[in-house]
């Protein structure tokens, strides 16, 4: 009996621990998101029969997570993507593809939002995003991914290119959602000077509308690179430049199961740099258990954070995800 008691005791002292360790609130907003249609699972899998991901699994995802709602980013670029094999009829799959993912969340309206996307680089921009400005569910915003569409910051003429689309999006009043790591396929540098060209020509074009640096301006994980690219953003948060008073960052998939109390506390110190209010909560795709969104936010916990911190990135709601149809 009194073994039983202690063993009770113990179990409810970790329990305690545990709650006063982790925050109970789990995300009001999944601000990374994507689906798949059928063929663009096939597209990137190499596999014909993958069976892409409906809004219906992402919502699953969610509730298991208890997160409310989620923003979804087209994956309609990587029918663009610069390192594969074009594809015949590009522009009419990107179409395709931002159309299938604005019926997706259409069934889900009080839940699911989405924003457009395609590579900027390519001759149909511009019209695609004048196209989505005046979609129904495709007019909230706009996804950029610069690895997939080897946007190279390097490169004054992809430079001028993007500017445009940043100008462009700026117009419509469409926020921007931009993964900034260069193509890691294709070796192009990235660091420093490059996310200063970023801040310099392309961010200062948008100055209109939020823009949401992805993976704390990584491609997942957090590494030397992603930390100094990173750094040009705390600088001018620090400094207060009015270029970036905009911007909001995502720490989507930056807690690897591998990192080390080290590699954690140096995010935990550049997310207190940004300020946390700034910092939303992101799960990336739902391809892998390790990316589903509870799992995501659990590994998100482990960064030294205080329950009070990992509240307020827990309830942040960027401005384009605010006004929602009402719960049905
Ligand atoms: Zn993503």
Not at 166 to 189: C, Q, W
Request: proline share 6%.
């Amino acid at each position: 009996m009194l073994i039983m008691r202690l063993a009770l005791c113990t179990m409810l002292v970790i329990l305690s621990i545990q709650g006063a360790t982790q925050s109970p609130q789990a995300p009001v907003i999944d601000c990374h998101q994507h689906l798949f249609s059928p063929a663009a699972a096939a597209l990137v899998s190499g596999n014909p029969n993958a069976p892409g991901i409906s809004a219906t699994n992402l919502i699953e995802h969610l509730d298991s997570a208890g997160i409310q709602r989620a923003l979804v980013l087209s994956m309609a670029y990587t029918w663009g993507k610069a390192s594969r094999a074009p594809v015949a009829n590009e522009y009419e799959r990107v179409k395709a593809e931002n159309d299938w993912t604005a019926q997706q969340v259409a069934q889900y309206p009080d839940r699911l939002r989405a924003f457009c996307s395609f590579n900027p680089l390519k001759s149909y921009a511009l019209e695609e995003l004048a196209r989505c400005s005046k979609h129904p569910q495709l007019h909230y915003g706009l996804k950029l991914h610069f690895g997939n569409s080897d946007v190279d910051l390097d490169n004054p003429n992809d430079v001028t290119k993007v500017k445009k689309v940043f100008e462009a999006a700026n117009g419509y009043r469409m926020p921007i959602v931009v993964h900034l790591r260069t193509s890691i396929d294709n070796n192009r540098k990235y660091g420093a000077d490059q996310t200063r060209v970023f801040l310099n020509e392309l961010l200062a074009a948008a100055s209109d509308v939020p823009v949401q640096i992805a993976h704390l301006a990584g491609a997942g994980g957090f590494d030397s690179t992603t930390d100094s690219a990173l750094s040009v953003f705390t600088d001018a948060i620090a400094k207060h430049d009015a270029r970036v008073k905009n911007v909001w960052f995502d720490a989507t998939a930056v807690v690897r199961p591998s990192m080390s109390p080290d590699d954690l506390q140096r995010i935990a110190t550049r997310i207190r740099q940004i300020g946390v209010e700034r910092v939303l909560y992101g799960s990336d795709a739902a391809a892998n258990p390790l990316l589903y969104p509870k799992a995501g936010w659990s590994a998100f916990q482990r960064l030294p954070l205080t329950p009070a911190e990992l509240r307020v990135v827990a309830t942040n709601i960027p401005p384009y995800m605010r006004h929602f149809a009402a719960a049905r």
